[in-house]
């Protein structure tokens, strides 16, 4: 059986300009180094904005801070008059690590498609970039009962063409649209059975050690309070978060939950 490393990810998403997330990358890698975060345990992550990566890539560089960041989105294209899209090649040159792809925001502001989403995964990978593929339904979808097939027809379709070897190296962030910025958190029990439902349906498309490789997020109103009882169920694997993840304090509680468990 594949160790999973667990991944906490933090998706600024539109906020913090380039001085602040100096500042906030500064504190969040002091406040873990002071905690003697074992960051080959549990790997930290930051998704800033775009304008922000050159200068993390400085700091992190500089400082030589064990801490990796990614984008938020990637353009399906390498490079080519795209007026606005960023290029999976530029971000590669940036140092990115991840990549987020397919976020409920991008699908409901930006109409991505499971088939744009799926050429925005290969386009990562095409550049050595891991991208985070985010799934998940939005509470009209639960209430009908059907948050399984939905998030797994999402699966399907953005995973559509890939080999096992490149499915392997992604994570999939299950995030129910419900839960995310609201304050509501989905229980431990429907992360799980989500996570999953979401590795079993990758050992179908792929084989048992494909699905045993991936990593699994939960998304969607994680905070230092919450996160231990997440990281407890046995397919999630890691977490993507928003809000908390802007609160350097915060987001290194989260990153290390393991000690919230033992009440350290
Ligand atoms: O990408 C992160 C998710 O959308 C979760 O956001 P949130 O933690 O603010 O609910």
Request: aromatic share 6%.
């Amino acid at each position: 059986m594949t160790t999973r490393t667990p991944l906490m990810a933090g998706n600024w998403k539109m906020n913090l300009d380039h001085h602040q997330a100096t500042h906030t990358v500064q504190k969040l890698a002091w406040t873990l180094k002071d905690a003697r975060h074992d960051f080959a345990a549990v790997e930290v992550c930051v998704l800033p904005p775009f304008t922000d990566l050159r200068s993390v890539q400085t700091l992190v560089d500089a400082d030589k801070l064990e801490l990796v960041y990614g984008a938020q989105d990637v353009s399906a294209h390498a490079s080519g008059a795209y007026t606005g899209e960023i290029s999976p090649l530029f971000l590669a040159k940036l140092g990115v690590t991840y990549v987020a792809v397919g976020h409920s925001e991008r699908r409901e502001y930006h109409n991505e498609s499971d088939e744009l989403i799926n050429a925005k995964v290969k386009s990562a990978l095409g550049a050595g970039i891991i991208p985070i593929l985010c799934v998940g339904e939005v509470l009209d979808v639960r209430k009908a009962g059907e948050h399984v097939p939905h998030t797994l027809a999402q699966l399907d379709g953005a995973l559509a063409g890939l080999t096992a070897e490149q499915v392997k190296t992604i994570v999939v962030a299950y995030e129910p649209v419900w839960a995310i910025g609201t304050g509501e958190t989905a229980t431990p029990e429907d992360a799980q059975e989500l996570a999953a439902a979401i590795r079993t349906r990758i050992g179908e498309l792929y084989d048992a050690e494909t699905a045993d490789a991936v990593r699994v997020l939960y998304g969607g109103s994680v905070k230092s309070s919450n996160v231990a009882s997440i990281m407890a169920k046995p397919d999630v694997d890691g977490a993507l978060v928003g809000g908390a993840s802007l609160d350097p304090e915060e987001f290194a509680a989260i990153a290390r939950y393991k000690s919230h468990a033992v009440g350290l």
